[in-house]
């Protein structure tokens, strides 16, 4: 062999060693701390690593069950006042239609007019003893092995009734996420929620552009503004109730109307109420899509165990996002129609555990999705009543998943790159991520985990799953 082309296969098997080592080295350095039997390194990596966005909120189960509470009781000054049932003793009056749910909130324009054998059943928040406070935080979370679904879908949202029923509370929640959310280095938000049933203090409703107003003053606050998160909403309608179809018109009407702030529209519900299914909505959505073409959907699908055609009538009547989508690895057709797609699946790992839809996460699909090419980002769902975080949700997923570090990078992308936000927004934000994550990326390649700061306070989930308990 010439010396001339024994000297370029040298080169070349040179520069191939250097490609492998140079690439050996940018997935060490995250495999290190990944694989490190400490895990508080992976979790403080993950708290301070720069995050994309989260599109699959409801703001009502996004409160912690503390900052309910307190907010409740401030919402004196504004003149509500909350009651709760601490005891479920018999009245004459009690009908088999009234479950008696202990902990269930009520206002005092609904106390006042219980009858007095009822009223003892009730204490206002403000005096509940130090016991009674604890079973009313407990009663807005999943905090026992036996609870589920059930206790969540049954329970939770009917004890907070009448405290999810104030705007102005509603909108410090909000605050309160923004401000959280910004501690972990989220810049986006897409909040679920509605502006309809909200009521005064008199009992009196509230008109949608009132409560759109408050919200709207709210984030325009200079605090809010200071958390450096952005927040759009998407108006959300109970997908089995017997007006949905004409609830779903006026959420499209509105979202035009407000389009500033919110982007979209979305359909929530258990999905094993057949009053729900997506067949029910398809000749409304085409009519509202043809009237409202810029207006988005993004609903729940597929958050079941059992195989249906849910996702697929879904995405055929419109839809831009699915919620969930736990069940679609039924569906190969439609997985495979969606590989490489415009079609995004907001994954909920923490709610699809609690809730039963996987028994484990050995069971879990979403590695299936993101690795045959599916869009697929990380959300929170209801995290107060999971007692979780956005953190709790990478965590999740790099320790039952072994993510690697472009797999965790697509994910934090996608929660933008799918974002129904306005371009310009869009790009800047992304833009953004990019210049944060490679300047993150050279913090820890020089300065280790130890730079980033302190081990956060986990919350339960973390603690009670994982056994990191730092609050």
């Not at 601490?86 to 009690?94: F, I, M, N, T, Y």
């Not at 195989?307 to 919620?323: C, E, K, P, V, W």
């Not at 039963?356 to 996460?361: A, L, N, P, T, W």
Request: hydrophobic residues 35%; charged residues 25%; glycine residues 6%.
């Amino acid at each position: 062999m010439p010396r001339t082309i024994q000297v370029l296969f040298f080169l070349l098997f040179i520069s191939s060693c250097t490609d492998f080592v140079s690439s050996e080295s940018e997935s060490g350095w995250f495999d290190r701390i990944k694989n490190a039997e400490d895990k508080t390194s992976l979790y403080r990596f993950l708290y301070y690593m720069p995050k994309g966005g989260d599109l699959h909120n409801h703001l009502s189960g996004a409160g912690f069950s503390e900052w309910w509470f307190d907010l409740a009781i401030s919402e004196q000054a504004r003149g509500y006042k909350y009651y709760t049932r601490v005891s479920k003793d018999l009245c004459a009056e009690r009908t088999n239609k009234d479950p008696a749910i202990l902990y269930q909130n009520i206002s005092r324009i609904n106390f006042i007019q219980l009858s007095a054998c009822l009223k003892k059943q009730y204490k206002a928040l403000s005096d509940l003893s130090d016991h009674e406070k604890s079973q009313w935080l407990n009663s807005i979370r999943l905090d026992k092995p036996n609870e589920g679904m059930d206790e969540f879908f049954e329970r939770h949202w009917q004890r907070l009734n009448a405290i999810n029923k104030n705007p102005w509370l509603k909108a410090e929640l909000l605050y309160q996420n923004m401000q959280s959310f910004g501690l972990e280095g989220l810049s986006y938000i897409e909040f679920q929620l509605s502006v309809d049933n909200f009521v005064k203090p008199d009992g009196s409703k509230f008109v949608d552009s009132e409560v759109a107003e408050i919200y709207r003053k709210r984030i325009q606050q200079k605090d809010a503004i200071d958390t450096g998160v952005t927040v759009r909403f998407q108006s959300t309608l109970l997908r089995f109730l017997p007006d949905a179809e004409q609830t779903l018109a006026h959420n499209y009407k509105f979202v035009q109307e407000n389009s500033d702030l919110w982007v979209a529209v979305n359909m929530v519900g258990r999905e094993d109420n057949p009053l729900g299914q997506p067949i029910r909505f398809a000749k409304t959505m085409t009519k509202m899509q043809k009237r409202y073409p810029e207006v988005r959907a993004s609903i729940h699908a597929g958050e079941s165990a059992l195989a249906d055609t849910n996702i697929a009538d879904t995405l055929a009547m419109g839809a831009d996002r699915i919620g969930h989508g736990v069940n679609l690895i039924f569906d190969k057709e439609t997985m495979k129609s969606m590989q490489g797609g415009k079609h995004l699946v907001e994954v909920n790992l923490i709610s699809n555990l609690l809730l039963g839809y996987v028994k484990d996460y050995d069971s879990h699909p979403f590695p299936h999705y993101l690795r045959s090419g599916i869009p697929v980002t990380l959300s929170t769902d209801d995290r107060g009543m999971w007692d979780s975080t956005m953190t709790d949700e990478y965590f999740v997923a790099v320790t039952e998943f072994d993510l690697s570090w472009p797999e965790v990078k697509t994910l934090l992308t996608n929660s933008l790159q799918y974002s129904f936000l306005k371009k310009e927004l869009k790009n800047k934000l992304m833009s953004r991520l990019s210049k944060n994550l490679e300047a993150f990326e050279r913090k820890v390649k020089t300065g280790g985990v130890s730079s980033l700061g302190a081990m956060p306070r986990t919350k339960r989930f973390i603690c009670n799953h994982y056994h990191m308990c730092n609050s």
